[in-house]
């Protein structure tokens, strides 16, 4: 993130909120570390009924793109059509951008820095268990 802001071409109008510190990029580290244990047992729950890499492929970027678009990320919700704002305020990476947004840059924000956080921890312990019962059932029939 340094480096990016630092030496990448065109960021230059790109800046940290003046308070950002060691407490901010932590809480932005766990907020990426929320969303990946999420997402990662998603697509491992995906991964281990599917018998080819390229079928999976597939369908982790059928899941992949369609979970970024209908989130807050890329376009504000303030300006999406009525049904695409609903979509967007439940999808968890609305709400792990939501928080970097908080955490890095001065700006307004869709919800409290808790209640994201505890939606991206909710988030990735439900995937988790899933993902847990689902690779025991998948372990014990082999």
Same mark, same amino acid.
Not at 95 to 106: E, G, L, T
Not at 111 to 131: K, Q, T, V
């Given at each position: &993130? /340094?480096?990016?802001?630092?030496?990448?071409?065109?960021?230059?109008?790109?800046?940290?909120?003046?308070?950002?510190? /060691? +407490?901010?990029?932590?809480?932005? #580290?766990? /907020? +990426?570390?929320? &969303?990946?244990?999420?997402?990662?047992?998603?697509?491992?729950?995906?991964? @281990?009924?599917?018998?080819? &890499?390229?079928? %999976?492929?597939?369908? @982790?970027? %059928?899941?992949?793109? !369609? +979970? &970024?678009?209908?989130?807050?990320?890329?376009?504000? +919700? $303030?300006?999406? !059509?009525?049904?695409?704002?609903?979509?967007? *305020?439940?999808? !968890?990476?609305?709400?792990?951008?939501? =928080?970097?947004?908080?955490? =890095?840059?001065?700006?307004?924000?869709?919800?409290?820095?808790?209640?994201? @956080?505890?939606? #991206?921890?909710?988030? $990735?312990?439900?995937?988790?268990? @899933?993902?847990?019962?689902?690779?025991? *059932?998948?372990? $014990?029939? *082999?």
């Amino acid at each position: &993130m /340094v480096l990016a802001i630092r030496f990448v071409p065109g960021l230059e109008g790109l800046s940290l909120s003046t308070g950002y510190g /060691v +407490i901010e990029f932590l809480i932005t #580290l766990l /907020v +990426i570390i929320l &969303m990946a244990l999420g997402f990662g047992s998603l697509f491992t729950m995906i991964s @281990i009924r599917m018998t080819n &890499m390229e079928s %999976l492929m597939a369908v @982790i970027n %059928l899941l992949n793109l !369609p +979970i &970024m678009f209908t989130s807050a990320a890329l376009f504000p +919700i $303030a300006i999406m !059509p009525d049904w695409l704002a609903t979509i967007a *305020k439940y999808n !968890p990476l609305t709400f792990a951008a939501d =928080a970097i947004r908080q955490m =890095a840059f001065d700006g307004t924000s869709l919800y409290s820095l808790e209640l994201d @956080i505890l939606a #991206l921890l909710a988030f $990735a312990i439900i995937m988790e268990l @899933i993902c847990i019962i689902i690779s025991r *059932k998948a372990l $014990a029939s *082999k």
